[in-house]
């Protein structure tokens, strides 16, 4: 069983580009959360997406915008990027996102503003 | 508002020892308390989790003690080994509004000296 695809795992743009991530979740898995890593905040929650509609959102700026299309796949995209961005943002994915219910992270994608 | 306190930051045990993370928690409303161990350059993965309505779980070498009424709660690695050398991060989540998000600890890097 394939694990949480995220795409690409590197990633360098330039402050006031915007970026678009890819997480592919587990085969049935319908609820989708994405996590910004740094050292200085740690793990924060961005938002979470069920069937297509986002269901919770964190304390980040309108900059940081997600989608979850038909098939569970979700797209997270920063527009105009600032050099705090950077930061490493993990997708995980869960069968319903219920509290209590196993959420599985991808690696992954490592994002450097220059 | 930091609602999931973790210490400490970093630890070193001797191969063979007793590893202990306390975390404390602010928000009653929490329901599900799981530990995530992170290598470098992967995702986090979950440990082990345990509910408020249990005081104790065990798994192997890791157990989980919870007490309620101190909102605390810490891991316990039992005979450390090297490869159990990565960051933990405990965790909390609550069900609400058919929604749920995990509000992570700040993490704690462990190093096992063989």
């Known amino acids: 069983k394939a694990g949480v695809t995220q795409t690409p795992r590197y990633l360098i743009k330039t402050r006031g580009q915007q970026v678009t991530l890819s997480c592919s979740p587990i085969?049935?898995?319908?609820?989708v959360s994405w996590y910004q890593q740094t050292p200085g905040q740690g793990l924060q929650f961005l938002f979470e997406?069920?069937?297509?509609?986002?269901?919770n959102k964190g304390n980040f700026p309108g900059r940081f915008s997600g989608r979850q299309f038909s098939n569970s796949r979700s797209e997270m995209n920063v527009s105009t990027l600032e050099l705090g961005d950077s930061a490493l943002y993990l997708c995980?994915?869960?069968?319903?996102?219920?509290?209590?219910?196993?959420?599985?992270f991808g690696q992954g994608t490592r994002l450097t503003v220059v | 508002q930091q609602q999931v306190k973790q210490s400490p930051q970093s630890l070193i045990v001797q191969k063979g020892g007793i590893s202990i993370i306390n975390c404390a928690y602010e928000?009653?409303?929490?329901?599900?308390f799981p530990w995530y161990q992170q290598f470098p350059g992967k995702g986090p993965a979950l440990l082990i989790a345990?509910?408020?309505?249990?005081s104790e779980k065990k798994e192997g070498r890791f157990t989980i003690s919870f007490n309620k009424s101190a909102k605390q709660f810490s891991l316990h690695i039992m005979d450390s080994q090297p490869g159990d050398s990565a960051t933990y991060f405990c965790?909390?989540?609550?069900?609400?509004?058919?929604?749920?998000?995990?509000?992570f600890g700040s993490g704690t890097r462990l190093s096992i000296r063989p």
């Open positions: 085969s049935g898995h319908r609820s």
């Open positions: 345990i509910r408020p309505d249990v």
């Open positions: 997406y069920f069937s297509e509609t986002q269901r």
């Open positions: 965790a909390a989540s609550e069900w609400y509004s058919s929604a749920s998000k995990i509000i």
């Open positions: 928000n009653t409303a929490f329901d599900y």
């Open positions: 995980a994915s869960s069968l319903s996102g219920s509290s209590g219910t196993e959420a599985f």
